[in-house]
C-alpha cells in the first residue's frame, strides 16, 4: 500500500487521512421537481439540476430553503445527495418536522431553493481494498453513488444496510444492483436479520480495507470503533443539525482530531461531512473536553 | 409614485469612510466572508463583518448550539473563532487579497482586551474599521453585559476610539435587551464612537418539550432574524430621533429589500444581513439590488436621501 495517497497522509496513530475538500465549488439554483417517488417511510425527490449534478462527488450534500421568501422556516435543510447524473439530482427526504414535510411534498411541477454539492466527498479506497459500506436508515441513500465508483475503480464492495423496521430501511435495491454483497439488518428483525448492522459488520469486516458509513451517531460510532480496532480506516458521514450548509453559521461542529494531533471544534459541513471515523471523538459529542482548541478561553481547564 | 429609470447613487459612508454599497453581512453570519464567495460578490457589497474576534482562539460553545423559532432562530456559539493572530495571519489577507472591505468585529471581557484588540489592526490592510461587540460579560463587573450599563458601554468605546487607527471609524453594537436603548447611544457617541450599530441579538430559550431541557447546550441563546426586526427598528427609530447626526448600521431579521428600505427611512445609513443569509446565502447582493429598486421606484435619486425620511414632518 505504499505511495497510496490515503496512507500516506495519515498522521501517526491515526488509520485514515484527513479528508480533501471537494473539487468544485457549489451553486445556488431555484430547480424543478422532476420525480416525486414515496419509498417506505421516505420520498425520493429527482431534481433537474445539471449544475449541481455536474459537480457532485459521492458523500456530498444539498441544502434546501423550506417555503418561499416569506417563509417563517428560515434555516436550511441539508440532505445527502442519493444519487447524480443526466443532469439530475436525486436525494430521500425522511419527513420527521414542519421543514422535511414541506419538501418531501414537493413534486413536479414545483421548483425548490437548492445550494450545493457541499462538504467534503468520501475519499477514494486504497489500491486494491475490498470496501464495506454501511448505512443507517435514510443515510444508505448517500452510499449509492459511492459504491457505483467504488466498483467502476475495480475494488470489491460489500454493503450493509440497517434500520430500526423494514419500512425505514432505504436504497437497498440500488445497492443490490451495484454491491457484491448487501446484509440487511433491522431491530425488530422485520426485514432481513434481526439486530444492529454491527452484527454483519463483524463478520464482514475481516476481508474489509475501507469502511464507509453514513447513519444515525451511535450507529457511526460503532461502527468507526469497530474498523479502528482491527486498523482499518473508516470514513463517516454524520448527520449533525446545519442552519446553513455552507458553513457560516458555526452550529453543525463535532469535537475532530486533526493531523496534528489536536482536537477542534470543526464544521460538519465545510469540513465534513466525511470524517475519517478514528477522527471523531464520539464521546464528547455535545460536550466542551478541556483539549479542544480554545477551550482554554472558555474557562474550561485540564482537571 | 412613478417609477424612476435612472440607477440610484447607493454610495454611503460608515463613520468618514466612503463605501459604495449599503448592505454589508452582520457579525457571526457570514463568517469572515470566504465560504460566501461562491454566492456573493465580495467587493461589491458595502463591507464584509468579521465574525467577532477575541484575542485568544476561541472553541466555543458545546453543541446543541442552534434551535430554529418562529422566523428566526436561537444561537448559542460562545464566539468560536481563531483569535486575533489567526485573524490577521489568514482571514483579514485572504479578504485585502481579493479587494474586499472588512469591517471587523470585536470582543472581549476587559477593557483593556478591546484596546489590545484595536491596537493590533492598526493600519491593516482592508479594515475599513472596527464594530465593537459589547454585548460581553464584564468580568470586572461579575459578568454584567458592557451593552447593558452606559459606563462600561463608554469606558469600551472610549479606550477603543483612542486605540484604534484614527483612520477606522469605531461603531459600537449595541443591544436592545436594555431599559433605554437611547442612554447607552448616547453614551458611547459621547465615548467618541464614530456610529452605532444596531441590534445585537435578544437573549431567548427554546426548551425541548420531549427532554424538557433547555434545547441549546448553553441554555439561553441570542435570538435573530425576521421575527426580530419590530424590535431592531424600534432601537434605530429611536436613536435617530434622539441622536440624528450619529451615523447608524441597521440590523435585525432583514431578509429583502423593502426591510431594508424600513432601515434606511427609520434613520440607517448602511444595513447589515445576517440571519438571511442562513437561508439564502446570495441574500447580501439580492437585498442591495432590491433596496436600489425599492428606492427608485420611491423618486430617491440617492440613498442618503432616504436615510431618517420617515421622521419628516407631514402635515
Known amino acids: 500500500m505504499t505511495g497510496d495517497p490515503a496512507v500516506l497522509a495519515t498522521r501517526a496513530g491515526s488509520v485514515t487521512a484527513e479528508v480533501p475538500r471537494a473539487a468544485q465549488a457549489p451553486v445556488q439554483r431555484v430547480v424543478e421537481v422532476l420525480a416525486r417517488r414515496p419509498v417506505n417511510a421516505y420520498v425520493e425527490l429527482t431534481l ?36 447524480a447524473g443526466d443532469g439530475v439530482v436525486t436525494v430521500v427526504v425522511a ?59 475495480g475494488h470489491p464492495v ?42 454483519a459488520v463483524d463478520e464482514l469486516l475481516a476481508g474489509a480495507g475501507v469502511v464507509y458509513a453514513c447513519g444515525p451517531m451511535p450507529m457511526l460510532r460503532a461502527v468507526a470503533d469497530a474498523a479502528t480496532a482491527r486498523g482499518v480506516p473508516s470514513y463517516v458521514a454524520v448527520e449533525e443539525s446545519m442552519a446553513c450548509g455552507i458553513g457560516v453559521c458555526m452550529t453543525c461542529v463535532l469535537p475532530v482530531i486533526g493531523d496534528d494531533g489536536r482536537t477542534r471544534f470543526s464544521r460538519s459541513c465545510t469540513e465534513g461531512p466525511v470524517f475519517g471515523g478514528d477522527r471523531v471523538r464520539f464521546a464528547d459529542v455535545g460536550r466542551l473536553p478541556h483539549d479542544v482548541v480554545g477551550a482554554d478561553a472558555m474557562g474550561v481547564v485540564a482537571p | 409614485m412613478t417609477a ?9 459612508a460608515l463613520g ?30 458595502g463591507a464584509v463583518v468579521t465574525k467577532s474576534v477575541q484575542l485568544r482562539p476561541r472553541s466555543g460553545r458545546p453543541t446543541p448550539r442552534m434551535a430554529e423559532t418562529p422566523s428566526g432562530m436561537l444561537n448559542s456559539i460562545g464566539l468560536q473563532g481563531p483569535g486575533i493572530d489567526g485573524l490577521l495571519a489568514d482571514d483579514l489577507p485572504w479578504l485585502a487579497e481579493r479587494g474586499a472591505r472588512a469591517f471587523v468585529s470585536i470582543a472581549g471581557t476587559r477593557v483593556e482586551h478591546f484596546a489590545e484588540l484595536a491596537e493590533r489592526l492598526r493600519g491593516v490592510p482592508g479594515v475599513l474599521g472596527l464594530e465593537v461587540n459589547i454585548s460581553c ?60 450599530s444596531m441590534i445585537n441579538t435578544l437573549l431567548g430559550l427554546v426548551i425541548d418539550p420531549d427532554t424538557m431541557r433547555p ?101
Open chain 1, 95 to 153: 419527513p420527521h418536522g414542519p421543514g422535511s414535510t414541506w419538501l418531501s411534498e414537493r413534486g413536479p411541477g414545483n421548483s425548490v431553493d437548492v445550494v450545493g454539492p457541499l462538504g467534503r466527498p468520501f475519499p477514494g479506497a486504497p489500491a486494491g481494498a475490498r470496501a464495506l459500506l454501511v448505512g443507517g436508515g435514510y443515510g444508505t441513500a448517500a452510499l449509492v453513488g459511492l459504491a457505483a465508483r467504488l466498483r467502476a475503480d
Open chain 2, 16 to 45: 468618514g469612510v466612503e463605501i459604495p454599497d449599503p448592505v454589508l453581512t452582520a457579525s457571526g453570519c457570514s463568517a469572515f466572508g470566504r465560504e460566501l464567495e461562491p454566492f456573493v460578490d465580495l467587493t461589491a457589497i
Open chain 2, 4 to 12: 424612476v429609470e435612472t440607477a440610484v447613487d447607493m454610495r454611503t
Open chain 2, 215 to 315: 434545547v441549546l447546550g448553553g441554555v439561553t441563546g441570542g435570538l435573530s432574524g425576521p421575527a426580530i426586526r419590530p424590535v431592531a427598528l424600534r432601537c434605530v427609530w429611536q436613536v435617530h430621533a434622539a441622536l440624528p447626526h450619529v451615523p447608524i448600521l441597521g440590523m435585525g431579521g432583514i431578509r429583502s429589500g423593502l426591510d431594508a428600505l424600513q432601515f434606511v427611512l427609520a434613520g440607517a445609513s448602511a444595513v447589515s444581513v445576517g440571519t438571511a443569509v442562513f437561508n439564502d446565502p446570495s441574500a447580501p447582493a439580492r437585498i442591495s439590488a432590491e433596496l436600489a429598486t425599492a428606492l427608485a421606484d420611491r423618486g430617491f435619486a440617492t440613498l442618503t436621501e432616504a436615510v431618517g425620511y420617515a421622521h419628516r414632518d407631514v402635515a
Open chain 1, 48 to 83: 433537474a439540476a445539471p449544475e449541481i449534478a455536474g459537480r457532485a462527488e459521492p458523500g456530498q450534500f444539498v441544502a434546501f430553503a423550506i417555503g418561499g421568501a416569506t417563509s417563517a422556516l428560515l434555516l436550511r435543510r441539508s440532505i445527502a445527495i442519493a444519487g
Open chain 2, 137 to 196: 460579560p464584564n468580568v470586572e463587573s461579575r459578568g454584567e453585559v458592557f451593552a447593558c450599563d452606559p459606563v462600561a458601554a463608554s469606558d469600551v468605546i472610549a479606550a477603543v476610539r483612542a486605540a484604534a487607527d484614527p483612520g477606522q471609524p469605531v461603531y459600537a453594537k449595541l443591544s436592545p435587551d436594555v431599559t433605554d436603548i437611547v442612554s447607552v447611544a448616547r453614551a458611547c457617541a459621547d465615548a467618541g464612537a464614530d456610529g452605532l
Open chain 1, 158 to 199: 460489500d454493503a450493509v444496510a440497517g434500520a430500526a423496521s423494514a419500512d425505514r430501511l432505504c436504497s437497498v435495491p440500488e445497492l443490490t444492483g451495484v454491491a457484491d454483497r448487501v446484509e440487511v439488518t433491522t431491530d425488530d428483525g422485520s426485514a432481513g436479520r434481526r439486530g444492529m448492522v454491527t452484527l
